[in-house]
């Protein structure tokens, strides 16, 4: 069985709607003119916010990474120190790698879990039964990571947290979760997973319906049923909902900051500080505005070039319809 | 085509009539949104003195008493008091750094220990001239203060802040607990060795669903007033100079006067003093003798239920505790206070709170009286009617700011201060936060491993604190 799917053309030209008795040019010229400005119009608001609050202080930033400020006085050039400094600061680099480790755990996890379940649902079940486990699986998306992480900071309190509880009822000895550095970092783990992987699987349930159902009739008739299906049709023809949601995951797990903040604060020793926590101590804990700009644009640095390389890779490994 | 048009009228009338709804509700909204324009934001936009104070809405409102009393005396001077949330001081000096940032900087801040030197180095102006100028009046309030809690307040020689509020790390224990391990009441002198037979008592009492000591991993409770007990902290405490204009002003008579000095500094640190290895393994003993937990970063919110539904035994906390577990359903003799255990020394730890003026305030003599007043018996009487933290006036933490509430032992608060006298502040030089983030991180690791474990804890807390030092506040 072939997986390679000739792409649907598009249309050259948009069809033109033209209102019966008016003559066409003219219709064209000022339609056209209009439209113009009614799409200048409406995204007017979103040029200015993604300007405003996106991209001036982005450059503002890069700028300040060459500076060292603390708000109070005023900022003083130092060049390339702030790097230099980053790049020798133990606790900054450790937290880099536990982001990057954070971020392959987690999104691995986020997928897997998301895609599982939005075929879970894909598959047949009441109408009912559906639309109660997608408001469930994306309930906890529209909740404050921060309450949800307080709320845990009690379920697995090692004394008192309910998790133990239950565990104690099985036998199993009270888990230090928030105090040691394994427990604290599966903790913030499956916390993220838990709260995120609802975004991953609305957009599966998303790619999965538009796969056609001719496709599964065709190679059902080929002899493709059961696992076979999915290996064969459904992943392959999920690709690019597949790229979209890992280029979307890793961008938002390369970020991750009120999880570990709120339940762990980092610790215990670094085992769970993130590079986005040490962007937020240098800054505004330790007012070295410079130094957290230059971790800043570290970390973007490194997202574009991750999303870049996947985007590279993408084409061996993604299929259009 | 009449019908046409006027059907697409029709149609367009009823669009029309949507939208002006639309815009007449988005209109009328914006028109009547009470918080919409920036200059509401208490402070901005007119010459009202704004004060930040850590707490909620209801604090600020508690305040309402206070500022009227202090509008009957300066009617002139108009006072908003913003309430700011946040989960600890130094989430409360960030935001503060941030109102700074965004150039809405409020005139006067209640200030913690913990932020004093920051606020005192960077963003506050001295309390100096306004003492010299109002010298007799405020006579009476340093009389009644103890002069640790000034002290704490002096930097390089200067004062930024009077103390309003303070406490010491005292250690709650649980009545009932005690009595079930056949405990009783601890003596004032009792050492860190009673202090472990008695959690040792208490776990051989109730071996399961009970912490015999439960602490969390902060500088204020956690492993300081240990380590201060031992005659030792993790960073080399010295003390500037200067400062004898003020306590040979108010002081001059005092016995604990040769103590005093231009304030404390905290320059090296001393994470890798054999007493702080010493002391942290005592910890670690506790945590693996299943007789204390292993402290959990970022404090203890959920302290005060467990305390009260006796699942712990001890804990060590201030006077701010004492409203908690009356709420909380604990009668006056469920629980008592004692002071901490001592060990090579019984010197305390302790916090304390005070208004600093910034340097950028509109109106600094106006803010002096709003200090001056805040520091006045009435205006004190009124902040604090209940027992929410400990008054810094001696002669309000009384009887009857305790009746009824307990504990028994309510004057072990202030004679924390005035049996000790070397009882000291929290640890917090101007880089705090970075010194804070420092000792909590490697607190953990310390002190829930083996003895190699704790070694290369304290060697990473002393290169983080050699670090945090080095670096611009």
Do not use: C
């Not at chain 1, 230099?84 to 987690?106: G, H, K, M």
């Not at chain 2, 940032?101 to 309390?127: I, S």
């Not at chain 2, 601890?186 to 051989?204: E, G, I, Y």
């Not at chain 2, 924390?416 to 000792?439: F, N, R, S, W």
């Amino acid at each position: 069985m072939s997986t390679t799917i000739p792409r649907l053309e598009r249309p050259k030209q948009p069809a033109k709607a033209v209102k019966p008795g008016t003559p066409a040019t003219s219709q064209t010229a000022s339609g056209r003119q209009s439209q113009r400005w009614l799409a200048w119009i409406f995204l007017a608001p979103t040029i200015l916010g993604m300007g405003l609050f996106t991209l001036v202080p982005i450059a503002a930033s890069v700028v300040l990474a060459f500076f060292r400020w603390d708000i109070i006085s005023a900022p003083t050039f130092v060049g390339f120190d702030n790097f230099a400094e980053v790049v020798q600061d133990p606790t900054v680099r450790v937290s880099f790698l536990n982001t990057i480790a954070f971020v392959i755990v987690a999104v691995a996890l986020q997928l897997g879990l998301a895609l599982a379940l939005a075929v879970m649902v894909q598959e047949k079940m009441p109408a009912w039964l559906r639309t109660f486990f997608r408001s469930a699986f994306f309930f906890p998306l529209i909740l404050s990571a921060a309450s949800v992480s307080i709320f845990m900071r009690y379920l697995f309190n090692e004394q008192f947290g309910v998790v133990n509880w239950f565990l104690s009822l099985a036998g199993i000895p009270a888990v230090p979760w928030l105090t040691t550095p394994g427990g604290s970092a599966a903790v913030v783990i499956l916390v993220y997973v838990w709260q995120n992987f609802g975004f991953s699987f609305l957009l599966f349930i998303g790619g999965l319906a538009s796969i056609p159902v001719e496709t599964y009739e065709a190679a059902a008739l080929d002899g493709a049923t059961g696992w076979r299906k999915h290996v064969y049709v459904t992943l392959p023809l999920l690709s690019p909902t597949t790229l979209l949601a890992s280029v979307m995951a890793i961008i938002s797990a390369l970020q991750v900051f009120d999880q570990p903040y709120v339940l762990t604060r980092g610790g215990p020793g670094d085992s769970t500080r993130t590079a986005v926590m040490v962007i937020f101590e240098s800054a505004f804990q330790r007012l070295e505005f410079g130094e957290a700009s230059a971790i800043g644009v570290i970390l973007t640095l490194i997202i574009m070039a991750i999303t870049a390389a996947q985007f590279r890779l993408s084409k061996r490994f993604v299929f259009y319809q | 085509m009449t019908g046409a048009t006027t059907g697409r009228l029709r149609e367009f009338s009823r669009r029309t009539a949507l939208g002006a709804l639309g815009v007449g509700i988005v209109g009328a909204t914006v028109a009547s949104w009470p918080r919409l324009s920036g200059t509401d934001i208490p402070g901005r936009g007119d010459n009202s003195l704004s004060i930040a104070i850590m707490g909620t809405a209801a604090d600020a409102a508690a305040r309402q008493r206070a500022i009227d009393a202090f509008t009957r005396l300066h009617p002139d001077i108009r006072v908003k008091v913003q309430a700011i949330q946040a989960v600890d001081w130094k989430d409360f000096f960030t935001k503060i750094l941030t109102m700074v940032a965004a150039g809405t900087p409020p005139d006067v801040v209640y200030v913690a220990t913990e932020g004093a030197q920051l606020f005192a180095d960077k963003l506050a102006h001295p309390l100096d001239e306004y003492l010299r100028r109002d010298a007799a009046d405020m006579a009476e309030f340093f009389d009644d203060v103890h002069p640790s809690l000034v002290e704490a307040f002096m930097y390089k020689g200067s004062l930024f802040q009077l103390p309003m509020d303070w406490n010491a790390a005292n250690m709650y224990y649980n009545t009932t607990a005690f009595a079930q391990a056949g405990l009783e009441r601890p003596a004032d002198d009792w050492t860190h060795v009673d202090f472990r037979n008695s959690l040792a008592a208490m776990r051989k009492a109730r071996p399961s669903d009970f912490t015999p000591y439960y602490w969390t991993n902060r500088l204020f409770g956690g492993v300081v007033p240990w380590l201060y007990a031992n005659d030792t902290s993790f960073l080399k405490e010295t003390r500037s100079t200067g400062g004898d204009w003020l306590w040979d002003s108010f002081y001059a008579n005092d016995p604990s006067r040769n103590l005093r000095s231009g304030g404390y500094q905290w320059l090296e640190p001393n994470a890798d003093d054999p007493r702080v290895f010493e002391t942290f393994d005592y910890l670690r003993g506790l945590v693996k003798d299943g007789l204390g937990v292993r402290p959990e970063e970022g404090g203890g919110s959920s302290l005060v239920g467990l305390f009260a539904s006796n699942r712990i035994g001890t804990t060590p906390a201030g006077g701010y505790w004492v409203q908690g577990l009356h709420e909380a359903g604990m009668k006056e003799n469920d629980y008592d206070v004692a002071f901490f255990p001592k060990w090579r020394s019984q010197r305390h730890q302790f916090g304390t709170a005070g208004y600093a003026i910034m340097k950028t305030a509109k109106d600094k003599d106006a803010a002096w009286e709003w200090i001056k007043f805040s520091a006045s018996r009435e205006a004190m009487e009124l902040i604090f009617p209940n027992p929410v933290t400990t008054p810094a006036r001696r002669s309000m933490v009384n009887e009857a700011l305790y009746s009824g509430k307990g504990p028994a032992h309510w004057k072990v608060f202030y004679d924390t201060l005035d049996k000790y006298p070397t009882t000291g502040p929290i640890p917090a030089p101007p880089q705090q936060a970075a010194v804070e983030t420092a000792l909590m991180k490697n607190v953990s690791l310390a002190v829930s491993g083996d003895e190699r474990q704790l070694k290369q804890a304290l060697e990473s807390m002393q290169r983080d604190l050699e670090l945090a030092l080095r670096r611009q506040s």
